[in-house]
């Protein structure tokens, strides 16, 4: 099935299918998960109604973590496989990581406010969530700085998937680091378990983001497939004038 | 074995005559905790107890400020090619070659980190502690150093790029390496466990990270 889709014009078929059926699910699910959870559901008997903040800032971590997974198997499948689409999907991937990445980083520190206090603390989840943004930010200023080509998508395919590696290691050790000092006298998050009337916007919620970033994903993909195919037109364009002057002359 | 012996030594060489030797980790090292007590203030309670943390990261700091030379020079000069094409498997190429720019130039490190620490105020044991753990980082901290530097090898400005992947990179190291001071000065038994974690991350990225290195190189031959 991957070789299979690996055609670029299969893919822009698939593509050109699946853009608009993704965006009107993204933005329905969407419009009723924000209907849910700011106006439809109760508020939290422990943190009144701040907890709306949740539903805004749990699936963009969520993202923020899967979207790192897709960019580490896509970069896996390039090396592996070299399919150049696995390499424009990683590349498309990273910068839309990135964002959902400062999206839960900033709602957490919103969140973080009303609830510990502070907008920020050097808890494991959020350090381990800061360091995520600091390896999608190096992914994209190493592709950047190569000029050819295929040494970004081979370089950062690398990156990618040391990346991968690594996170996991950090998310032990600053599980580590943050139980060396005792734990200040926070509320924590990790409570009761969430009760069905949270947990359904929640999961709307998470299914629009998903769905939001399938669609930025695709169309961002096919805008690049786009752009590459005119400028192989210009080039040919050039060439061919170029020629025309060469037999004029 | 030979051609390893004789890259680790070349390199060894080459840090020491041509790169100043260990005078570039060392300078930017003193300057780093000279200058820290100047911004934080001359408290003495302070300082001890922010101490082992502040030799752990000017530790980082002065690995990761010679790390582009390590496979950037290499890169511009096609020393790299050569490496690819002498036949010596990549990966104990590039852990003979980082091997031997380590110890020509980062050896003064946990001697200044010990001696940092005592000038902070931290007692002798937790300064002797933060020092061993100095020296089991160092393996961790410039494998990860060399392999940032090889990704980014020959991009011009490469420092700043090299520092901004290999940071995250180094959490984990540093974590420990700092934290085995730190718990040690606080008279936490879990000293020891920061030590061995410590030695255990720099065994783990000595088993990886000359595959990354090698693969990295390669990548960026085109």
């Known amino acids: 099935m991957l070789s299979y ?65 897709a960019l580490a198997a896509a970069s896996f499948v390039y090396f592996v496989w070299r399919h150049a689409l696995a390499d424009a999907a990683a590349e498309v991937i ?14 957490g520190s919103l969140w973080g406010k009303p609830m510990w206090g502070a907008w920020w603390e050097w808890d494991a989840r959020m350090t381990s969530v800061l360091v995520l943004l600091l390896v999608y930010l190096g992914y994209m200023a190493l592709r950047a700085a190569l000029e050819d080509a295929q040494q970004a998508a081979r370089t950062g395919a690398i990156l990618a998937m040391a990346g991968i590696i690594n996170l996991v290691i950090v998310k032990f050790s600053v599980d580590w680091w943050s139980s060396l000092h005792q734990p200040a006298s926070v509320i924590r998050l990790d409570g009761p378990t969430i009760h069905s009337s949270q947990l359904w916007p929640l999961a ?44 004029v002359s | ?42 408290a003495a309670d302070l300082l001890s107890a922010v101490g082992p943390g502040i030799m752990g990261f000017a530790a980082l700091l002065s690995v990761l400020q010679s790390a582009d030379r390590l496979f950037g020079d290499d890169h511009g000069d096609g020393t790299a090619e050569l490496y690819l094409l002498s036949g010596v498997s990549p990966a104990w190429l590039v852990l003979a070659k980082v091997t031997g720019q380590a110890l020509a130039t980062l050896w003064p490190l946990p001697v200044i980190g010990c001696l940092g620490a005592m000038m902070y105020g931290v007692p002798v044991q937790p300064a002797l502690m933060g020092a061993l753990a100095l020296l089991a980082a160092i393996p961790a901290l ?42 040690a000065f606080e008279g936490d038994e879990r000293a020891l ?30």
Request: proline fraction near 5%; glycine fraction near 8%; aromatic fraction near 10%.
């Open chain 1, 5 to 69: 889709f690996s055609n670029p014009q299969r893919f822009d078929q698939l593509a050109r299918t699946l853009i608009p059926i993704f965006a009107v699910l993204a933005l329905g699910l969407l419009a009723v998960g924000v209907y849910l959870s700011f106006f439809a559901s109760p508020p939290d008997y422990q943190q009144g109604e701040t907890i709306r903040i949740m539903y805004v800032h749990v699936p963009a971590a969520y993202m923020a973590m899967a979207l790192y997974a």
């Open chain 1, 94 to 107: 990273a910068p839309i990581g990135a964002v959902f990445t400062v999206l839960a980083l900033f709602t």
């Open chain 1, 204 to 247: 709307i919620m998470a299914l629009g983001y998903s769905f939001l970033a399938g669609w930025l994903i695709l169309y961002r993909l096919r805008s690049q497939a786009l752009r590459r195919r005119v400028r192989t037109l210009q080039r040919q364009r050039e060439q061919a004038a170029r020629a025309r002057e060469e037999a």
């Open chain 2, 1 to 42: 074995m030979s051609a390893l012996r004789a890259i680790f030594m070349r390199e060894a060489r080459l840090a020491w005559a041509g790169g100043g030797g260990a005078a570039g980790p060392t300078a930017f090292f003193l300057a780093a905790i000279t200058l820290a007590p100047l911004a934080i203030g001359p």
């Open chain 2, 142 to 183: 410039s494998l990860i150093a060399g392999f940032a530097g090889a990704l980014a090898a020959g991009i011009r400005r490469s420092g700043l790029l090299i520092a901004l992947i290999a940071t995250p990179m180094m959490v984990p190291v540093l974590i420990f390496a700092a934290g085995a001071g730190r718990s």
């Open chain 2, 193 to 222: 466990a920061n030590l061995l974690l410590t030695a255990a991350v720099s065994l783990g990225t000595i088993a990886l990270a000359p595959f990354g290195i090698a693969a990295a190189i390669r990548s960026r031959l085109g």
